[in-house]
């Protein structure tokens, strides 16, 4: 069965600091992705990343990194720098492709993990 | 700018009352879904539409059922409401196609007495 696994439940940090959250999954799909949402104190998860299964190139977005590796199944975050705004809850998912009509993404969760930046 | 929208932040019912839960999205999207989120269990599908009038049971759809009668709009119900049903619900829509990322509402925080 598909499962998400976040171990880290919270993380503190003082700002500035690099912090790496990680994420690591189960499937026996070969085609499948992986998502990053960000869920700040006002409640509304902000979508961060996209990642296919063909795909395991690391990206980097600003402060923003994800390491995809197929070999250990994660896809681990990391945050350079971290800033007070970087406070959040995170997480991580896990697609199941379903073709049912135009197609959708059943995602997987993991039970996320609360980052606490301090000044 | 994308929007997902729902009715209320916060409700607070009591056992056995009916509510309903609505949700808007803007973006045209085919897809729309209902969550609930709860500590340490991070979000889980109650239930999900692919089209109008067609919906699809997500893993926990016991207690719930949903309508959806017009595009933008889908609605989630709990026809007498438990207090373990107290929890924070989150809307989200996404274009069809598999590889499309879905967009999430602000979330309503409901408490059952």
């Known amino acids: 069965a598909q499962k998400v696994t976040q171990a880290q439940t919270e993380i503190s940090v003082v700002e500035k600091e690099d912090v790496t959250l990680d994420c690591v999954y189960e499937t026996r799909d070969t085609t499948y992705y992986l998502f990053w949402y960000k869920q700040p104190p006002s409640g509304e998860l902000v979508f961060l990343i996209r990642?296919?299964?063909?795909?395991?190139q690391n990206e980097i977005s600003g402060r923003y990194s994800w390491n995809f590796q197929k070999s250990t199944s994660s896809f681990n975050f990391t945050i350079t720098a971290s800033q007070v705004v970087d406070s959040a809850v995170y997480f991580c998912?896990?697609?199941?492709?379903?073709?049912?009509?135009?197609?959708?993404?059943?995602?997987?969760f993991g039970a996320g993990t609360r980052l606490a930046v301090h000044p | 700018d994308v929007k997902v929208t729902q009715s209320s932040r916060y409700l607070v019912k009591r056992t056995g009352e009916k509510v309903f839960l609505e949700c808007v999205q803007d973006m045209d999207h085919e897809n729309m879904f209902w969550y609930r989120q709860d500590p340490g269990l991070g979000l889980r599908l109650i239930y999900f539409?692919?089209?109008?009038?067609?919906?699809e049971k997500g893993d926990i759809p016991e207690g719930y059922s949903v309508s959806r009668e017009k595009k933008e709009r889908f609605s989630l119900i709990l026809e007498s409401a438990s207090t373990n049903q107290t929890s924070m619900y989150l809307c989200?829509?996404?274009?069809?196609?598999?590889?499309?990322?879905?967009?999430f509402g602000p979330g309503t925080r409901l408490t059952v007495l």
């Open positions: 990642r296919n299964s063909f795909d395991e």
């Open positions: 998912a896990l697609s199941e492709p379903q073709r049912i009509s135009g197609g959708y993404n059943k995602l997987i």
């Open positions: 989200a829509s996404s274009k069809g196609g598999v590889y499309n990322e879905q967009f």
């Open positions: 539409s692919y089209d109008v009038k067609m919906k």
